[in-house]
């Protein structure tokens, strides 16, 4: 079985959840020792009611858009996966973005930079989880969500091993949001209260 040192170059906020999406498989325990111990995954499972439903998880296969809770990140950026099995990269055609899908919602991941849509939820730094009320342009190895149900806005929450986390308001300052999942934090938002609740909408801002 052949096998590879992969460099993975990008922006990740330190002790909070980024989404991830790589063409090779990743354990707990790689994972670890990439980014340190106390590193979490965290894996897509359900999408119940108005809630986005994640669990931790050991193992993600290869191409399957996840999360991950780095403890340690590095100044230069890279991070380097050694002895990944080429022979379980992901291999559909290039053109199809790998997604895993629960009833109404899609967790789609891309390895390549990509524009995603108005109305997509993505995640943005200290845990927070924003509606794009504009299209933004994604950085490569992220994930998004889309929601395919028929109500026009749908206020979300999120919960990792069932514990509730609200969409919560966006950073009034370049951040975590911008240098992780790519979501510009000046860009207009959606604002929700804890309870999911709208507070505002097309908000540059969450001050005032």
């Not at 994972?31 to 897509?44: H, R």
């Not at 986005?52 to 996840?66: K, S, W, Y």
């Not at 899908?101 to 108005?118: L, Q």
Request: charged share 15%; hydrophobic share 40%; aromatic share 12%.
């Amino acid at each position: 079985m052949p096998y590879a040192t992969v460099t993975l170059t990008r922006n990740f906020a330190e002790g909070t959840w980024n989404s991830l999406c790589l063409p090779f498989a990743l354990t707990q325990a790689e994972a670890a020792a990439v980014w340190g111990e106390g590193t979490l995954l965290a894996e897509f499972i359900a999408f119940t009611g108005t809630t986005i439903r994640f669990r931790t998880c050991d193992t993600v296969a290869a191409g399957t858009p996840c999360l991950v809770r780095p403890a340690h990140t590095a100044a230069d950026r890279r991070y380097v996966f050694a002895g990944v099995a080429t022979d379980t990269w992901w291999s559909a055609d290039a053109t199809t973005l790998p997604t895993v899908s629960h009833d109404d919602m899609d967790y789609t991941g891309a390895f390549s930079a990509a524009t995603v849509g108005t109305g997509a939820y993505v995640f943005g730094g200290t845990d927070k989880m924003y509606r794009l009320v504009s299209d933004m342009a994604m950085k490569g190895y992220r994930a998004f969500f889309t929601y395919r149900g028929t109500a026009q806005s749908k206020q979300l929450t999120w919960s990792l091993d069932d514990t509730i986390t609200a969409i919560d308001a966006m950073p009034s300052a370049p951040s975590a949001a911008s240098s992780a999942d790519g979501a510009a934090a000046s860009a207009p938002r959606d604002i929700y209260r804890p309870d999911g609740t709208l507070v505002r909408r097309h908000a540059t801002t969450a001050e005032g």
